[in-house]
């Protein structure tokens, strides 16, 4: 995608942030990876509601301003930490969704805990929560060290921070995170969330390392505790997995449980959940 896709895309997905509910005032920001040196982020002082082409600002890999007519926002030092430790990760999204942001506020560690398969697949078995710290440097050392096993955080006292290969990944990433918080929520007038068998959890971390997510994918190989370490799948050049959400650069094709064939498109949703549920009889 060239810078100008790219622009349109902070742009369009900061005014999504606005429609959905999930900033307010000048909450929110959204950052994309432009090229060597060069992120694109949205304005300080600005409503989502308001951002144009024309407010966007340009600061290189230290977070300096290299163009624009407005300031970078102030947790611009957030992107930039991650962009520094992820170099597969090309946007950031940070909002205040209300219902995460409630947990987040709240100290509660309803995400830390496996209990949707397909969220386990699409972001880990665990959401955690990045210790409150003052804005800024503290910050920014608070997140720094969730950055290699995780796609997305609830950050204490404050929001959600997702990130991925593109703005609209990480802008799905951060409405998972609102979805589950609210099913979550919901789930505590009946009784609350029951956790997912821990015997489940290794077949559905395998299915997302075969879909080209997570640490283990990237050859980082962080390992979940509790939870057998898989192997890197780069040395498979064209393995053939079942994926969710695949990284544009996983070499992988979708193929159908009992096909020998990639599956037609628009059925992702169906084969990841007979996928799942393949897996898990299996155990
Ligand atoms: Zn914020």
């Given at each position: 995608m060239n810078e100008r896709g790219v622009r349109e895309q902070v742009v369009d997905f900061a005014r999504r942030l606005h429609a959905r509910g999930w900033v307010a005032n000048h909450d929110g920001n959204v950052s994309a990876r432009a090229g060597t040196g060069r992120i694109i982020v949205t304005p300080t002082a600005t409503s989502k509601a308001a951002v144009t082409l024309e407010s966007l600002v340009t600061v290189d890999d230290a977070g300096?301003?290299?163009?624009?007519a407005s300031k970078p926002p102030g947790e611009l030092g957030l992107h930039v930490t991650v962009y520094a430790r992820r170099a597969d990760v090309r946007a950031v999204v940070h909002a205040h969704p209300p219902a995460a942001t409630a947990l987040a506020c709240a100290g509660s560690r309803l995400l830390e805990q496996a209990f949707l398969a397909e969220a386990v697949v699409s972001l880990g078995a665990s959401i955690p929560t990045v210790p409150f710290a003052a804005p800024g440097r503290d910050a920014c050392a608070a997140l720094a060290p969730f950055l290699v096993e995780h796609d997305a955080v609830l950050l204490g006292n404050h929001g959600v921070l997702a990130w991925g290969v593109d703005v609209e990944q990480a802008y799905l990433r951060v409405e998972l995170v609102e979805h589950l918080a609210r099913i979550a929520l919901e789930a505590e007038r009946v009784g609350g969330v029951k956790p997912l068998p821990a015997a489940s959890l290794p077949a559905l971390l395998e299915a997302r390392t075969k879909a080209g997510l997570g640490a283990a994918a990237r050859g980082a190989g962080v390992a979940t505790p509790g939870v057998a370490r898989a192997a890197p799948t780069k040395a498979k050049a064209k393995a053939k997995v079942v994926a969710c959400a695949p990284s544009p650069d996983a070499k992988v094709d979708i193929v159908a449980p009992g096909r020998s064939t990639p599956a037609p498109s628009g059925d992702l949703a169906t084969i990841i959940r007979e996928e799942l549920a393949r897996a898990l009889r299996a155990r």
């Open positions: 300096e301003r290299i163009a624009g």
